[in-house]
């Protein structure tokens, strides 16, 4: 780590709506930012913001990207409906674990609204919740300090920097773009968030004050004698405590723009373009 808690950050996604908008708020706060691109036309305007890039496929081998860097930020998508499971499932598993292996400090997954019950849906949407509900396990298993944003339905209004972490049972969700990308900024360096699975939408708290807000996970409960005891028991996490996320409440909230979905994701370089 640098000077200020200054970080070495890779961004899987970094060319997508999403993934702009969170490189610039990184730059600008003094991180370096590893931009992982698939054409020479990304590598050339991120390399103008000041981002290093690195070319690299998703659907291909991505771990090596990781090395030598000190945290990271999974905000791609598919391009197509085709390739939901390899990206937005099996890409995001595998940079997590790459984070792992390597140490990083931070691990963010962008995700999504529903991925906790995706059965609880229909068609292309019960398809992108599945891959994010598949990749949320995978890094669920992990030791390393990693977070999860559950997302409402992304989209290009100007943000405002306030948002809820609570879900209102039966009402619409949504999220601009502009505060997604304050609240992953935000959560890179909040340590409470560690294994802890967090929604965002529109609300009216301030980014920082929301996430701050967040109950740190509890510890396991530790079953001692005495004091010798307690400091030798270290009982593994109870799964259980694993997922402070209310996620039967996922299948308890609307997204706005639900309805027919078109037969292909294209263009789709962040977790949620035109679903949730």
């Not at 391009?79 to 691990?107: H, I, M, N, T």
Request: glycine letters at 10%.
């Amino acid at each position: 780590m640098r000077n200020n808690g200054e970080m070495i950050v890779l961004v899987a996604g970094a060319h997508g709506r999403l993934g702009r908008r969170v490189t610039a708020l990184l730059l600008g706060r003094g991180h370096a930012v590893r931009a992982v691109v698939r054409t020479q036309e990304q590598a050339d305007e991120l390399e103008r913001t000041g981002a290093e890039p690195v070319f690299a496929d998703l659907l291909g081998d991505v771990e090596w990207t990781a090395e030598g860097c000190e945290a990271a930020i999974f905000a791609a998508g598919a391009r197509y409906r085709s390739e939901l499971p390899a990206v937005d499932g099996a890409a995001a598993a595998k940079l997590a674990d790459a984070a792992d292996r390597f140490e990083l400090q931070r691990f963010i997954l962008c995700s999504a609204v529903g991925a906790g019950a995706p059965d609880k849906r229909q068609g292309l949407l019960r398809e992108f919740l599945s891959a994010k509900h598949g990749a949320e396990r995978l890094v669920e298993k992990l030791d390393m300090p990693w977070t999860i944003l559950r997302f409402g339905a992304l989209n290009d209004a100007p943000g405002d920097g306030r948002i809820s972490t609570w879900l209102e049972p039966g009402s619409p969700v949504s999220l601009t773009r502009d505060d997604a990308a304050l609240a992953i900024v935000e959560a890179l360096g909040r340590g409470h968030l560690s294994h802890q699975v967090v929604h965002v939408v529109d609300g009216d708290r301030n980014v920082a004050d929301a996430l701050d807000a967040v109950e740190p996970r509890p510890l396991p409960a530790v079953r001692a004698s005495g004091l010798g005891a307690a400091q030798a028991d270290n009982p593994p996490d109870a799964p259980d405590m694993l997922r402070p996320d209310a996620s039967p409440l996922d299948t308890d909230v609307d997204y706005e723009g639900d309805g027919p979905l078109p037969p292909e994701l294209i263009g789709n370089e962040d977790p949620a373009p035109g679903v949730p």
